[in-house]
C-alpha cells in the first residue's frame, strides 16, 4: 500500500539542505543585512530624537530663565522710573517753593522801597507844608484860635493831598 521510496525522500532533503544553504547565502543573508541596517538606523533615530527632545527642554528652561530674567530687568526699569520721577516732581516742588519764596521776598523789598520813598514824600510835603504854614503864621500875627484853624485846615488839606 504504502510504500517509503528512500532514495526521493533523500533526494529531496538534499535539495532542500542546497535550497536552504542558497537561500540563506543570497536571500537571507542580504534580507538580514538590510534589517540589520534597518534596525540600525531605527536606533540612531531613536537616540537622535532623544538627544534633540534632551537638547529641546535645556533650551526651554534657559528661555524660562532668560524670560524671568528679562521681566526683572524690566520691573526693575520701571521701578526705577519711578524714583527718579518722585526724585524729579521733588525737585521740581522744591524749585518752585524757592522761586515763589524768591518772588515773595523781591515783592516785599519792593514794596518796602516804594513804603520808604512814599514817606520820604510824605516827610517832604509836610516838611513844605510846615514852611508854608510857618510862613502864614508869621505874615499873620495871629490868636490861638486863628492859629488852632487855620492848622486844622492845613492838616485837611495834607490828608487829602495823600
Known sequence: MFEIHWGDIIYQIVIFVILLALLRKYAFGPIMGIMKKREEHIVNEIEQAEKNRKESEKLVSEQKVAIQTARKEAQEIVESA????????NEIVTASRAEAERL???ALKEIQTEKERAVTQLREQVASLSVLIASKVIEKELNEQEQEKMIKEYIKEVGEEL
Not at 82 to 89: F, H, I, P
Open 104 to 106: 515773595k521776598e523781591d
Open 82 to 89: 519711578k524714583k527718579l520721577a518722585q526724585q524729579q516732581s
